[in-house]
């Protein structure tokens, strides 16, 4: 079992800064790619960045250069950075996480999704 706890969250002023962190948990996992996606009031949940275990980020467009993906593999743990805020940038931010375990002598995977962070920004 894997779970998933995102922190980071709230209301910023436009133009304003906040990060967002998401940590991973669960025995004898590995933890695969990570990545962040967001959903906006009665849109589709759409993919802002991801990052490998080797440290590799991809970054929409709609975000590039605002926003920065990291990730610290030795607490499973990643972060968005996301500065120069705008309110087209509210919506629930969620965390996925591609996690795999041993079974017998195969390995297991699967994605496993945080609950979901809210940010808010005003104009």
């Known amino acids: 079992q894997v779970q998933l706890a995102e922190s980071g969250g709230g209301l910023a002023q436009a133009g304003g800064s906040l990060t967002l962190s998401c940590a991973a948990s669960?025995?004898?996992?590995?933890?695969?790619?990570m990545a962040w996606y967001r959903q906006g009031s009665g849109e589709e949940r759409e993919l802002v960045a991801s990052i490998s275990s080797s440290g590799s980020t991809s970054i929409e467009d709609s975000v590039k250069g605002r926003f920065t993906i990291s990730r610290d593999n030795d607490k499973n743990t990643v972060y968005l950075q996301m500065n120069s805020l705008t309110p087209a940038d509210t919506g629930l931010y969620y965390c996925?996480?591609?996690?795999?375990?041993?079974?017998?002598?195969?390995?297991?995977?699967?994605?496993?999704w945080g609950g979901g962070t809210l940010v808010t920004v005003s104009a």
């Open positions: 669960g025995s004898g996992i590995t933890i695969n790619d």
């Open positions: 996925k996480a591609e996690a795999e375990w041993p079974v017998g002598t195969q390995i297991v995977g699967m994605d496993y």
